[in-house]
C-alpha cells in the first residue's frame, strides 16, 4: 500500500513533531537547576517548545484537512501527533510546577524519572524515523521498548512516595515532592500512550 521510495509529507511532519518532544526533553534532563532564576529560564525555553510543538499540529490538521489521500486513516495520523505531544505538555506543565514552587531541590527519584522519559523520547524518535520509511513492523520493537519505561516508572514512584512519607517531615515539601512525582509518571504515561497509538497503526497497516 505505500510507496518507499517517495517521502511521504504527513510521515516528515510526524518525524518532526518527535525530534521536538526528544530536544525538549534532552534540554530539561541536562539543564541543572542552581537557582530561581534557573526555574525562571528552564520554563521559558519550555514553553518554547510547546509553543514550536503546537505549530507543528497546526501544520500537519491543515494538511489533513486538505488532502484527498492520507497514508494511513486521518485519525490515526492525529492521535499519534496528539500523543506525542501531550508528553510535551506534560514537561511544560511539570517545569512550570518547578517554578511555581520555587523548587530547586532536584532529587534521583526526579532524575531517574526524567532518564526514563528521555530514552522514551529517543526511542519515539527511531520509531517516527521507520514510519517515514514505511517499516512499520520494526516500529514494534520501539513500542515495547516505551512500555518497559514506563513499567519502571511505575516502581520509580511507589518508591519514591513510600520514601518520601518516611522521611519528609515537612508537610509542604511533602506536599511538592509528591506533585512533582505524580507528574512525571503521567508523562511516563503519556509515553506509553504513544507507544500504544503505534501499536494500533501498526496493527492495521502493517
Do not use: W
Not at 92 to 107: G, K, Q, R, S, T
Not at 146 to 154: H, L, N, R, T, V
Not at 170 to 190: G, M, R, S, T, V
Amino acid at each position: 500500500m505505500f510507496n518507499r521510495k517517495k517521502p511521504d509529507p504527513f510521515f516528515e511532519v510526524l518525524a518532526k513533531i518527535a525530534v521536538n518532544v526528544q530536544e525538549a526533553m534532552h534540554y530539561a534532563n541536562d539543564f541543572r537547576i542552581q537557582s530561581l532564576e534557573d526555574l525562571e529560564e528552564i520554563s521559558k525555553r519550555m514553553k518554547k517548545y510547546e509553543t514550536d510543538g503546537d505549530s507543528l499540529i497546526h501544520e500537519l490538521i491543515v494538511m489533513l484537512n486538505k488532502s484527498f489521500m492520507t497514508p494511513i486513516e486521518r485519525e490515526d495520523i492525529l492521535a499519534l501527533a496528539n500523543s506525542m505531544d501531550d508528553v510535551l505538555d506534560g514537561m511544560e506543565e511539570c517545569i512550570a510546577h518547578f517554578d511555581m514552587f520555587a523548587l530547586i531541590d532536584i532529587d534521583d527519584s526526579m532524575n531517574t524519572f526524567i532518564g526514563y522519559i528521555v530514552k522514551s523520547a529517543d526511542e519515539i524518535v527511531k520509531a517516527m524515523e521507520l514510519l517515514k520509511t514505511k517499516n512499520l513492523i520494526g516500529m514494534r520493537d520501539h513500542a515495547i521498548l516505551i512500555k518497559d519505561y514506563e513499567s519502571k516508572c511505575d516502581e520509580v514512584l511507589r518508591t519514591s512516595i513510600k520514601q518520601l512519607f518516611l522521611h519528609e517531615k515537612d508537610p509542604i515539601q511533602l506536599i511538592k515532592f509528591k506533585d512533582i512525582y505524580e507528574q512525571l509518571e503521567d508523562i511516563a504515561d503519556d509515553c506509553q500512550n504513544v507507544a500504544n497509538t503505534m501499536e494500533t497503526i501498526i496493527m492495521r497497516n502493517a
